[in-house]
Structure formats: C-alpha cells, structure tokens
C-alpha cells in the first residue's frame, strides 16, 4: 500500500488478558521495525525484522512480548498478560533494508491496559 | 552505544521568528543521523537525513540541519516559523550493522508558536 497500515488504531484491553497488533508494511520494504512510545521512556526500539527474519529482537521488554512476520509482509506484535506498564503507543516502520533511507512510520495503535 | 541528547523539551518561537532545535549525538562509528517530526495523534514523519557527503541537508517543509563532526552536533533549523511547525521533533541516530538501522531516539523537543 501507499503508506504503513497498523490496527487497531486503538485497543483497551483488562489487565492479564493477551492482545495482537498488526503491521501492514509499504510493499517492497524488506526491513520492518516496532518501537513503543509512552511518556515515561520516550521511544524505544522493540524488534527489527529482515524478510520473516528477526534478528534483533533486543528491545523486546520480556518474555510477554514476541512478534511474527510472515510473507515478507504483514507483522503482529503480541503481548500476552497484559500489565498496566504496557499501556503505550506501539509503532510499526518500515524501510528500504539499507541506505540510510529512513523509516516510514504507521500511525501506530494506541494500547491502553486497565 | 549510541545515545542521542535533545537540548530543551520545549520550545516556544515566534510566528516568522527562526526555530533552532538542538541534537547531540554519540557513536562509536560514522552514524546515520534524522529528524522526525510528531504532529497530535500521528506516527512519525521523516523531516530530513544525513548520510554521508553535504553536511548542510535539507528536508522538508522548509527545515534544515548540518552535521558538524566536530561538535557532535545536528541541529534542526527554519528561518521563519509557521503555526503549522507546531509539533514535537525528534532527533535519531542509527549504527548500521548487517542491515539494521534501529534508531536511538532523543527524547523530543514540543515546539510551540506563538501568533
């Protein structure tokens, strides 16, 4: 598509339950990024995908957290047992894989956990 | 590691007044270094880059910013501001390894204009 698609735009969800955030890349971009936004800790790089590739899940804040990729495109973001210090903006990015392009972010999905 | 410092989070200019945005950076290697600008409710839009050559880039909406090694410096720049610059500007930096351009982010300068 014309730009980086993220769903749900916003997600309330209780305490303890698991949630999906979806990422639907720009075609053709091989390198897929997910960064979390929250007032306390800026943003913060989660996970950084090549193809279905992850090689650098380093970001990623616990064990809760795991991301998946599949066709080169599509990407969700889950995190299981939802706690309340999840609550955040999550962002997806993609770019062409090197180059210095710079991302195109998507809206990003607004996850609030009560 | 990498870390990016954003002097002031926020700033307040004048309408038609000049907006400096100030970045520092650190990096073991020659780095890869980008504003993104944050309007309300909205992902992240690249303003500019800096990869290698010019070290005066330019982007869009009117902005500017020069790598100045020396200095460790990336500081964001527009003669004249508009109501429409109001937004919340990031600094990043990136190290590339094997293809991986995360971005280390500073934490943002609020820039609000004053008619």
């Known amino acids: 598509g014309a730009g980086v698609s993220q769903s749900p735009s916003n997600k309330v969800t209780e305490k303890g339950k698991d949630v999906e955030l979806r990422c639907d890349p720009i075609?053709?971009?091989?390198?897929l990024y997910w960064y979390r936004q929250s007032l306390g800790q800026g943003l913060e790089f989660l996970i950084y995908?090549?193809?279905?590739?992850?090689?650098?899940k380093s970001g990623l804040p616990s064990d809760r957290f795991s991301a998946e990729r599949t066709g080169g495109s599509v990407s969700t973001l889950t995190i299981q047992r939802t706690q309340q210090e999840d609550s955040a903006v999550y962002l997806c990015?993609?770019?062409?894989?090197?180059?210095?392009?710079?991302?195109?972010f998507g809206s990003g999905t607004r996850l609030t956990v009560v | 590691a990498q870390s990016v410092t954003q002097l002031g989070s926020h700033v307040s200019v004048s309408e038609g007044a000049l907006v400096l945005l100030r970045c520092n950076y650190s990096?073991?290697?020659?780095?890869?270094l980008f504003w993104y600008v944050q309007y309300p409710n909205q992902g992240l839009q690249l303003l500019l880059k800096?990869?290698?050559?010019?070290?005066l880039v330019k982007g869009i909406n009117g902005f500017e910013a020069e790598f100045k090694k020396s200095e460790t410096s990336f500081h964001l720049t527009k003669p004249s501001a508009h109501m429409s610059d109001a937004a919340e500007y990031f600094c990043?930096?990136?190290?590339?390894?094997?293809?991986?351009?995360?971005?280390?982010f500073g934490t943002g300068t609020r820039l609000t204009i004053i008619p």
């Open positions: 995908f090549q193809g279905n590739s992850a090689p650098d």
């Open positions: 990015a993609s770019s062409l894989s090197t180059g210095g392009h710079g991302y195109t």
């Open positions: 990043a930096v990136s190290e590339t390894n094997f293809g991986n351009e995360k971005l280390t």
């Open positions: 800096y990869t290698t050559g010019a070290t």
């Open positions: 990096s073991s290697v020659p780095p890869y």
């Open positions: 075609s053709g971009h091989t390198a």
